[in-house]
């Protein structure tokens, strides 16, 4: 069997007849791609016999190889089936049974020839019966067929060089002349590989395509069909000479995949939904994991306004700005820290806990004993900055050789144009009356306490040491906010001078007192083994660990863990507490008291020695 092209005259294609033809098969005539209009076809009997005109839209190397798929063109009522109303007939042969025939085609018309709709002009294609010398249609028109590609075939092999020529059964391929879209049909029973689309414009590179396959049940885009991912598919080759569908990965197992390409000059048709969006684009996944700052980004934000910790977000400073700064401790000037945050944790800090000052041992004359530096010609570092604190409570302590020792307590405004200060006026807890003549914490011998506290008025403070004899003395200092002492001196004074008229320096007031220092135990003393009321109690705590103050109701020493207190107070650590009241408090059976380091009613931890001093005004 030979191929004859069929034969281009001037600026045409045919007309071309085989004559004579008896038994057996023509020559295939391959229609060029050029020809665009309709084809004439005639098979004319010389005689008795029988024939048939066959085409195909096979590949041309399927042509050349002896395996493209033949169709019978039916006779009679001759309509070309469906699924070859879109296919382009690349061939044309007569399959004679018995007598002579002759085999004649031609070109004609100027229209594509097309499935018998609008505008189609090209020639019908007849089949003629020679029946004493003249020719007599024996069918109707056929159907006009557009010359379009078409391919199938089923693959049952790897294709191991899908870039190259494609190994045997497995590739399905067609020349596209034109042909902008593919349809690619897949049936069968496959299980594995998968169906990957490559296009050529030589036949012998081949490059694969990718995201080119649309999913027409779903409009999803694909770079392959997935084994046993049966269903139809477009794609677009626009441009291109060649297509093939190759099995790659592995054979596709089973009866294979069965493939049916039908090409079209028409472009697909392609939905938004199946274009692939830029990258970073807003998808709802990508809300989800890249809006960590406002968690209810896509239409959930909040109400605006005041709302719930759980409907809320967080504010987190910048740390990168100077302006905000780092967060550090201390209260005016904060230490290790600066800026916004710098001062906002030193108010923070200064207004949860008091400030306590562990201050310096002195054993000379012009002494600060807060800062610990020479008061001598008023240097602006021998006071204390206070600013922000509404009183004090101060602690001065001698120790076992003190003797003949004074320290004032003074205040000033400005260190500059008032260096020397003045009085700070401040109370001792043991006294009722707030005067010019408590300034001072004047002969103080061995082991010897003064307590003051009091409003403070001025913005800096110092205990001068003025007098001293012998031995050391140190002060601590608590510095707090809240209400001013004043209020509770004026209340004290007042009560007393209600219930005690006629008290002055040598007659009234009280002058009953009870003062201890500390040994290593629970000290479990009685104050009065008869009733009694208590004016006033000042509790000290020199240690870095808290004490308990516990006062009991009773004649005699109390039995520590075992009798229950009427009050237990926390003397904090390095601190004082200071109890005084208008109004007496009356223990009906006795004066009794303890220290312990625990709060429990049950616990018998013994303070240190020398850690506390107790000082209990009563009658």
């Not at 499935?115 to 020719?135: P, Q």
């Not at 190759?246 to 294979?256: E, H, I, Q």
């Not at 200071?578 to 380091?597: D, E, H, K, N, W």
Request: some cysteine; aromatic content about 6%; hydrophobic content about 40%.
């Amino acid at each position: 069997m030979a191929l004859i092209n069929l034969p281009l005259r001037g600026n045409s294609y045919g007309p071309y007849a085989i004559k004579g033809l008896t038994a057996g098969t023509s020559d295939v005539v391959v229609i060029p791609p050029e020809v665009q209009g309709g084809i004439t076809i005639a098979l004319v009997n010389i005689g008795a016999g029988s024939a048939k005109i066959q085409f195909t839209t096979s590949q041309m190397e399927d042509i050349q190889s002896g395996t493209a798929n033949w169709q019978d063109w039916a006779q009679a009522d001759v309509t070309v089936t469906t699924m070859f109303a879109y296919s382009r007939v690349n061939g044309l042969r007569a399959v004679v049974a018995s007598g002579t025939w002759d085999f004649e085609i031609t070109t004609g018309g100027g229209g594509v020839l097309g499935s018998g709709g609008s505008g189609a002009t090209g020639e019908a294609v007849k089949i003629y019966d020679s029946t004493g010398g003249s020719l007599t249609a024996v069918g109707g028109a056929l159907s006009t067929i557009q010359l379009d590609s078409t391919g199938g075939g089923t693959i049952t092999a790897q294709d191991t060089t899908p870039t190259g020529t494609s190994s045997a059964n497995s590739s399905v391929s067609m020349l596209l002349e034109g042909t902008g879209t593919v349809s690619i049909q897949v049936t069968g029973t496959w299980v594995a590989g998968a169906l990957t689309p490559y296009v050529s414009n030589d036949g012998a590179v081949w490059v694969a395509m990718t995201n080119a396959l649309v999913n027409t049940a779903t409009n999803a885009t694909t770079s392959n069909i997935s084994s046993g991912a049966n269903g139809i598919y477009q794609c677009e080759v626009a441009g291109h000479s060649r297509f093939k569908l190759s099995c790659v990965g592995a054979p596709p197992g089973g009866t294979g995949a069965v493939v049916t390409l039908n090409g079209s000059s028409a472009m697909a048709q392609i939905t938004v939904q199946a274009s692939a969006l830029p990258s970073g684009a807003a998808t709802a996944a990508n809300q989800a994991t890249t809006n960590t700052t406002l968690s209810t980004i896509s239409g959930k934000l909040p109400n605006i306004g005041p709302q719930l910790s759980a409907a809320s977000q967080s504010v987190t400073f910048a740390t990168d700005d100077a302006d905000i700064g780092a967060a550090g401790t201390g209260l005016t000037a904060p230490t290790g820290g600066s800026g916004m945050l710098g001062y906002l944790s030193g108010i923070y800090a200064g207004g949860k806990v008091p400030s306590y000052i562990q201050g310096a041992y002195a054993n000379a004359t012009s002494i600060d004993l807060i800062t610990g530096n020479s008061t001598s010609g008023n240097p602006a570092n021998s006071w204390t900055d206070v600013t922000g604190w509404d009183y004090f409570v101060a602690t001065i302590a001698t120790d076992a050789s003190g003797s003949g020792i004074t320290v004032l307590l003074e205040g000033t405004n400005d260190t500059t144009l008032d260096p020397a200060g003045a009085g700070l006026l401040s109370m001792d807890p043991s006294s009722t009356t707030l005067s010019a003549s408590q300034t001072t914490a004047s002969a103080l011998g061995a082991s010897a306490f003064q307590r003051r506290f009091g409003p403070l008025p001025f913005r800096y403070i110092r205990l001068r040491v003025s007098a001293l004899t012998a031995g050391q003395v140190k002060a601590t200092i608590q510095l707090r906010r809240g209400t001013n002492p004043s209020a509770i001196v004026n209340a004290i004074a007042t009560a007393t001078t209600t219930t005690q008229a006629g008290a002055s320096a040598t007659s009234g007031g009280l002058t009953t007192f009870h003062h201890a220092i500390s040994a290593a135990s629970t000290n479990a003393t009685s104050v009065k083994g008869s009733a009694g009321s208590i004016s006033s109690i000042v509790v000290s705590n020199n240690n870095a660990a808290m004490a308990v103050f516990k006062l009991f109701n009773k004649a005699s020493a109390p039995s520590v863990g075992s009798d229950s207190p009427i009050a237990s107070i926390m003397i904090p650590p390095n601190g004082t507490v200071v109890f005084a009241q208008p109004i007496y408090m009356r223990m009906s059976t006795g004066i009794a008291y303890a220290l312990t380091t625990g709060m429990a009613v049950a616990d018998t931890g013994a303070v240190a020695l020398s850690q506390c001093s107790v000082h209990i005004t009563y009658v």
